[in-house]
């Protein structure tokens, strides 16, 4: 028996992810100073890590309810009214996931049938290609362009509109550009959402992590606010990456169907990782900003230190994630890195890791010590002069 020959055929061509690969190969080389890897560095805040503490201490370790406790969902209410305006109800209108990870893929699979399009901006984070594929859905892809600051235009939108057009799915702050989407920005876009009926995805899971202006959320606008699936979790803002802990925000209607499939799929997530939720959502409000105010000066570091050694770098305003054109050498962007590792043991990524539109780019993570960080750009420097 071949074995290749049972598998599901979508699954058989998903592509594995670009980063992956990449890192596997940096992983073999020692000395390798790796600027690659999306999550903070911090550890988590110390009163999130007690309060989950204290729950396996009160052998608080059964299943919660399926959408989440209650407890949770009412303190990530409160965050979203606090934060952002906006007005969710705990019990009918959120949904707690396994990270944003799940609540991607689920609000897919619950939306999409079999050819149903999506627009997607790209470059965009790894993940959603290949969920929207495995959803049954067809990805119609968006150029995001640097002379735009990476963001979505109204034109883009439009041209990229077809009947089949089922959902548009956008991650503002972005990874892997830093790019960001004001209240200004989106307006010209809403008047398309709402006529041509776009279920609107919108991850926010860097929300916290926007520089030099408040975040605004695509839910935030009352007439198509029933079409949004907002997506977050406490990975980013927390520093709650192994936690794996996310939420969704929808109307009713898409949480009942989103809940279908996690009820039978995941049931909850971790119940320790929800008491040390509510404790973030309670009392990590400050730890939040002292994190973005360290991942800000980083990026003014990065930004100043790749631009005077010869690589064209806009200044992103959100995540932690710079995109330097590398297109000044010469080089295709994975030549570039595969090089940059070989020679001078510097891991970044490349861009065509997040889509053919990240051609000529590098992906940057500056969730790294400044210490590195110097390391890095010296070392960058060293190549730089080498190849000119
Ligand atoms: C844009 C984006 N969305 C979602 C995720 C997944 O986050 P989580 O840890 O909440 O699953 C990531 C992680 O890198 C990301 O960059």
């Not at 000395?31 to 890897?37: E, M």
């Not at 052998?59 to 399926?66: H, L, P, Q």
């Not at 080089?331 to 595969?338: I, M, N, T, V």
């Not at 990240?358 to 730089?384: H, M, N, P, Q, T």
Request: proline letters at 5%; charged letters at 25%.
């Amino acid at each position: 028996m071949n074995i290749k020959d049972k598998l599901n055929e979508t699954v058989k061509v998903v592509p594995p992810s670009g980063i992956r690969k990449f890192f596997d190969l940096a992983n073999a080389i020692e000395g390798v100073i790796s600027l690659g890897v999306g999550e903070p560095d911090f550890a988590t805040p110390w009163h999130i890590r007690e309060e989950a503490i204290y729950a396996i201490e009160k052998g608080r370790t059964f299943y919660t309810a399926n959408k989440g406790l209650l407890e949770l969902r009412t303190e990530i209410a409160r965050y979203l009214k606090r934060r952002f305006d906006l007005n969710y109800d705990p019990e009918k209108n959120i949904l707690c996931t396994v990270g944003g990870s799940e609540a991607i893929d689920l609000a897919l699979r619950a939306i999409l049938n079999p050819g149903d399009e999506v627009i997607l901006p790209v470059p965009g984070y790894v993940a959603y290609e290949p969920c929207i594929m495995l959803a049954g859905g067809k990805t119609v892809h968006v150029e995001l362009k640097e002379e735009d600051h990476f963001k979505l235009t109204r034109k883009q939108l439009k041209a990229a509109i077809s009947p089949k057009t089922k959902a548009l799915l956008i991650n503002f702050p972005g990874n892997p550009t830093g790019g960001v989407m004001s209240r200004e920005d989106f307006e010209p876009l809403i008047d398309l959402i709402k006529e041509h009926e776009l279920i609107v995805i919108t991850d926010e899971i860097y929300a916290e992590l926007s520089y030099g202006q408040k975040h605004c959320s695509l839910a935030s606008f009352d007439e198509i606010k029933d079409q949004v699936i907002l997506i977050s979790g406490f990975s980013k803002a927390y520093s709650m990456t192994g936690w794996r802990l996310g939420y969704l925000a929808a109307d009713p209607v898409f949480v009942d169907a989103i809940l279908k499939i996690h009820q039978f799929a995941i049931m909850c997530p971790t119940t320790i990782s929800q008491y040390a939720g509510i404790e973030a959502m309670r009392k990590g409000d400050r730890d939040a900003e002292m994190m973005k105010a360290s991942f800000e000066q980083r990026r003014n570091y990065i930004v100043n230190g790749l631009n005077r050694i010869g690589l064209s770098c806009p200044m992103p305003e959100g995540a932690f994630y710079v995109f330097p054109s590398i297109q000044s050498t010469g080089l295709s962007s994975d030549a570039f890195c595969e090089k940059l590792l070989n020679q001078q043991k510097v891991a970044v990524v490349p861009g065509t890791a997040f889509g053919q539109a990240g051609e000529g780019y590098v992906r940057i993570s500056y969730a790294y010590s400044i210490d590195e960080i110097k390391e890095a750009l010296g070392r960058i420097e060293a190549f730089l002069k080498h190849i000119q």
